[in-house]
């Protein structure tokens, strides 16, 4: 990819590191901002719920309501609104001013992976759609690894207000290079409510959507809390956890090669060990807190197999609806944050009953759940018809 065509893609690549660095941010702050704050560890963990509950359910009202905006107008409209409320996240002085920044974000976020995709491949040179969409991927994935590690650093160092004014920063250079650099997208996008009711029959879709939910909502229900856990359970230093965090984000590229290599030809394997392993991860975690070097290879196992699950089942996906694939997408988009805005509800209960060292048990006991209908999906919901119009 040259000229014109690599600037607005590797744009949008950097965009997508600093919106998933933002989503994941307070995850590794939990312990900072809720002593500063003077609130819970539970009550400030509903700054993670809150954000994907507005995820999940403005995603399909935003694009609606924008789909007829030019792309480039959309795309610094969204940026725009997102540094915005990292502003105000940095100036926050009490819980609501914070959960309100939030919600902001959480808003510019729906939009933003309502469309990034579909506009990369757009923008993208003629043969070249696919490093288009795999670098957007990259960014993901490289936020996961340095971003919130970095994010925690930053907070550690400074003050958590600094990390949202840190991103906010990055994000307002991203805008300047999009309305310098951005081309013009004429938006011709054909998206139709009308078309959910033909979605919601494919049965095949609908095993996938509910695996995706219950082993998000069992992954959240102890990643969620697992800046305490190390801290207060494994009884890791603050810069130890900060590795092992990294640790975790590296095990999702070893995910991601493993999956480029091994799939479709070992199809039923990757889809059991994504499955059945972030179950089986949820398990040991209490099990693993017993020293650093268990529970980073905890991390590391817990990693590839939550990676591998969203890899997989996007590709499951991907060929159980092939028509109107970007509403399937966008619904699974949305579905996934109702597992992450679960999962740390569950999770802030059982802090308050069972314990901070019991969520990876309630947590595996949902993905176990969700284990069990990737089984039956494997044995017989691939071979689902799709019932007819």
Avoid at 95 to 115: D, E, I, P
Avoid at 261 to 287: D, H, N, Q, V, Y
Avoid at 303 to 314: E, K, P, R, S
Wanted: glycine share 10%; hydrophobic share 55%.
């Amino acid at each position: 990819m040259k000229g014109k065509g690599l600037l607005p893609v590797l744009i949008l690549t950097v965009a997508a590191f600093v919106f998933n660095t933002s989503e994941s941010a307070p995850i590794g702050l939990l312990t900072d901002i809720s002593a500063d704050l003077g609130i819970s560890e539970a009550r400030a963990g509903f700054l993670i719920s809150a954000y994907a509950w507005v995820v999940a359910i403005m995603s399909l009202p935003l694009i609606l309501v924008c789909s007829h905006l030019e792309y480039k107008r959309l795309m610094t409209g969204i940026v725009g609104l997102f540094v915005a409320s990292h502003v105000v996240s940095g100036l926050a002085t009490g819980y609501w001013m914070l959960m309100f920044s939030r919600m902001g974000v959480a808003c510019a976020h729906a939009l933003f992976w309502a469309v990034a995709t579909p506009v990369a491949v757009r923008i993208s040179p003629k043969g070249k759609q696919a490093l288009a969409m795999s670098l957007i991927m990259t960014g993901t994935s490289v936020a996961q690894i340095v971003g919130m590690p970095m994010g925690r650093m930053i907070g550690l160092a400074l003050g958590w207000r600094m990390t949202f004014i840190c991103i906010g920063a990055l994000a307002a250079v991203v805008l300047v290079f999009m309305i310098s650099a951005f081309p013009r997208v004429e938006n011709d996008t054909d998206f139709s409510i009308g078309e959910l009711p033909r979605i919601l029959r494919n049965r095949r879709l609908l095993a996938i959507y509910a695996i995706v939910i219950l082993l998000v909502t069992g992954h959240f229900v102890a990643y969620s809390y697992i800046e305490p856990f190390m801290l207060q359970t494994a009884g890791l230093q603050p810069g130890t956890i900060t590795v092992v965090l990294m640790v975790f984000g590296l095990a999702g590229i070893i995910a991601s090669a493993i999956f480029s290599k091994g799939f479709p030809a070992r199809r039923t394997l990757l889809t059991l060990i994504s499955s059945a392993g972030t179950a089986l991860a949820l398990a040991l975690l209490e099990i693993s807190a017993a020293s650093l070097w268990s529970i980073t290879a905890l991390c590391v196992f817990w990693g590839i197999a939550i990676t591998m699950m969203n890899l997989v089942f996007q590709a499951e996906l991907m060929d159980a609806e092939k028509k109107a694939t970007t509403v399937a997408m966008a619904l699974y988009s949305g579905l996934f944050n109702v597992g992450i805005a679960a999962g740390p509800m569950i999770g802030g209960w059982a802090l308050n009953g069972p314990g901070l060292a019991r969520t990876g048990y309630i947590g595996a006991a949902i993905a176990l759940a969700g284990s069990a209908v990737s089984v039956w999906f494997l044995l017989r919901g691939r071979n689902l018809e799709v019932e007819s119009r």
